[in-house]
């Protein structure tokens, strides 16, 4: 009953989704991720062709005793996103960096595939 009523009762128990933008530029498809507070070492990408999957773990800080608080904003525990991309990707050309809090994410597309035009038949 006090979940559903007071977000801090919840803060460390679901999945969160951290806020993302994902743009492309000639030959490269560019995620950034803002998961602050992260440890490198808590964090995993997947890919396919297709999806990229973004998940990991977000420690929450010790707390103090006695504490009220006033605002709680911040999200802690499990994180995930699963961002489908606009053009397939050539999953050997991936490459990954994490700056101040950024997860960046530069994905090369594939070249665009032939054509194949289906005939279609009468009936």
Do not use: C
Request: glycine share 4%.
């Amino acid at each position: 009953m006090f979940r559903s009523m007071n977000p801090v009762f919840s803060l460390s128990d679901s999945t969160w989704k951290p806020q993302m933008d994902i743009y492309e530029i000639p030959g490269e498809i560019i995620i950034i991720a803002e998961i602050a507070g992260v440890n490198k070492e808590n964090i995993d990408v997947e890919i396919s062709s297709k999806a990229v999957k973004i998940y990991g773990h977000r420690t929450e800080l010790p707390r103090v005793e006695n504490i009220k608080y006033r605002l709680a904003e911040i999200q802690y525990g499990k994180f995930e996103r699963i961002l489908f991309l606009p053009a397939p990707i050539d999953t050997d050309k991936v490459t990954a960096s994490y700056l101040n809090g950024f997860l960046q994410i530069r994905l090369a597309k594939l070249p665009p595939a032939n054509i194949h035009k289906v005939p279609i038949t009468e009936g």
